[in-house]
């Protein structure tokens, strides 16, 4: 045990009593309560006598509960220390418990989960390159099968000409891409650095255009921009587009054939506002809490890491916003995400 739980061990001591269980009114409620750790009082069967707040907020109410359905696998041995895990329908939970006292038993808990998370996250960084980088290739690789075919036609030099420009547009296009790609891995791993300047809306709708309007095309979507009045923006650009472009494969992915994605930038007062809404299912109401979590993927989603949307909102508060999604409201039905920001040195032009 650390000395840090040593301590703390001290300070909730039970006092001395003579009956065969020590009631809580006998610990110190105020630390009891107010530690940074989950702990629970069970008796010698293993059943949760109390538990404190960070205990709840973890585990969720188990009073009256035993212990082992909330920590699988514990061992109710007093000086023991162990591993268990448990999964919910949305997370993988792993944790470390020491176990001291007796009548009743005090369990101690530190939250291991994070750093697992952090494991993950290294193992998945490549395969979220890869996955990132399968669709720009694939739209080069067609582009350039297409010119040949033409080149075997017979076609003029002018248009052989137009189509090696815009293959040539399209590796610069993801020669860029492998850069943001590499940024974005570093999320994973550490504090992401943003490079603002100033930009305009139209600017940034264009490039997003560029890079989803013949995704969109391919599955029979159309792909609708909207902004009324540009403005200037300050972000860094390269990351805040990784961003948008997120949002609006995802919207892509997920809307049916021959409906419609919008996507549309609006400065309102102090703030700006970049929306992306779809035609698409939408997502359970249960899940909307956890579609941020990194590796999470929603039960309808299907196969992907379950990136996207954390590096949407790791993006998003880099820049001192947030991400907000919903569901359309009814009858209609759709996904909204929305980053909202402060107006930095935002300007009409």
């Given at each position: 045990?650390?000395?840090?739980?040593?301590?703390?061990?001290?300070?909730?001591k039970?006092?001395?009593?003579?009956?065969?269980?020590?009631?809580?009114?006998?610990?110190?409620?105020r630390?009891?309560?107010?530690?940074?750790?989950?702990?629970f009082?069970?008796?010698?069967?293993?059943?949760?006598?109390?538990?404190?707040r960070?205990?709840?907020y973890?585990?969720?109410?188990?009073?009256?509960?035993?212990?082992?359905?909330?920590?699988?696998?514990?061992?109710l041995?007093?000086?023991?220390?162990?591993?268990?895990?448990?999964?919910?329908?949305?997370?993988?939970?792993?944790?470390?418990?020491?176990?001291?006292?007796?009548?009743?038993?005090?369990?101690?808990?530190i939250?291991?989960?994070?750093?697992?998370?952090?494991?993950?996250?290294?193992?998945?960084?490549?395969?979220?390159?890869?996955?990132?980088?399968?669709?720009?290739?694939?739209?080069?690789?067609?582009?350039?099968?297409?010119?040949?075919?033409?080149?075997?036609?017979?076609?003029?030099?002018e248009?052989?000409?137009?189509?090696?420009?815009?293959?040539?547009?399209?590796?610069?296009?993801?020669?860029?891409?492998?850069?943001?790609?590499?940024?974005?891995?570093?999320?994973?791993?550490?504090?992401?650095?943003?490079?603002r300047r100033?930009?305009?809306a139209?600017?940034?709708?264009?490039?997003?255009?560029?890079?989803?309007?013949?995704?969109?095309?391919?599955?029979?979507?159309?792909?609708?921009?909207?902004?009324?009045?540009?403005?200037?923006?300050?972000?860094?650009?390269?990351?805040?587009?990784?961003?948008?472009?997120?949002?609006?494969?995802?919207?892509?992915k997920?809307?049916?054939?021959?409906k419609?994605?919008?996507?549309?930038?609006?400065?309102?007062?102090?703030?700006?506002?970049?929306?992306?809404?779809?035609?698409?299912?939408?997502?359970?109401?249960?899940?909307?809490?956890?579609?941020?979590?990194?590796?999470?993927?929603?039960?309808?989603?299907?196969?992907?890491?379950?990136?996207?949307?954390?590096?949407?909102?790791?993006?998003?508060k880099?820049?001192?916003?947030?991400?907000?999604?919903?569901?359309?409201?009814?009858?209609?039905?759709?996904?909204?995400?929305?980053?909202?920001?402060?107006?930095?040195?935002?300007?009409?032009?």
């Amino acid at each position: 045990m650390t000395k840090a739980l040593k301590r703390l061990l001290e300070r909730i001591k039970l006092r001395l009593s003579t009956q065969k269980i020590v009631p809580p009114e006998a610990v110190d409620l105020r630390i009891f309560f107010e530690a940074p750790i989950p702990i629970f009082l069970c008796d010698e069967k293993g059943k949760v006598l109390e538990q404190n707040r960070k205990a709840y907020y973890v585990f969720g109410y188990g009073k009256d509960k035993f212990i082992t359905n909330l920590l699988p696998g514990i061992q109710l041995k007093p000086h023991h220390h162990g591993f268990s895990s448990r999964a919910d329908k949305h997370r993988q939970g792993y944790f470390e418990y020491y176990v001291e006292g007796k009548n009743p038993l005090i369990v101690y808990v530190i939250d291991k989960t994070d750093l697992q998370t952090l494991k993950e996250e290294y193992r998945f960084a490549i395969s979220y390159l890869s996955h990132e980088l399968k669709t720009p290739i694939a739209v080069a690789q067609t582009k350039a099968e297409a010119l040949l075919e033409e080149v075997k036609k017979g076609a003029s030099q002018e248009k052989v000409a137009e189509g090696l420009s815009e293959i040539v547009e399209r590796i610069i296009n993801l020669s860029n891409l492998v850069k943001r790609l590499f940024q974005m891995s570093s999320v994973l791993v550490k504090e992401l650095k943003v490079e603002r300047r100033k930009v305009k809306a139209s600017e940034l709708l264009a490039d997003l255009r560029t890079l989803t309007e013949e995704l969109a095309e391919e599955k029979g979507i159309k792909l609708i921009f909207d902004l009324t009045e540009d403005f200037i923006v300050k972000v860094d650009p390269e990351l805040f587009l990784q961003a948008l472009f997120n949002l609006v494969e995802n919207a892509i992915k997920f809307t049916p054939e021959g409906k419609k994605v919008w996507v549309s930038a609006r400065k309102i007062e102090d703030k700006i506002y970049f929306r992306v809404e779809d035609e698409g299912p939408g997502v359970p109401e249960e899940e909307l809490p956890f579609l941020t979590r990194p590796f999470y993927r929603a039960r309808y989603l299907g196969k992907g890491l379950g990136l996207g949307l954390f590096l949407v909102e790791t993006i998003a508060k880099a820049h001192g916003g947030r991400l907000k999604l919903a569901n359309a409201s009814p009858p209609k039905t759709g996904f909204i995400a929305k980053i909202e920001l402060d107006d930095l040195e935002g300007q009409p032009t």
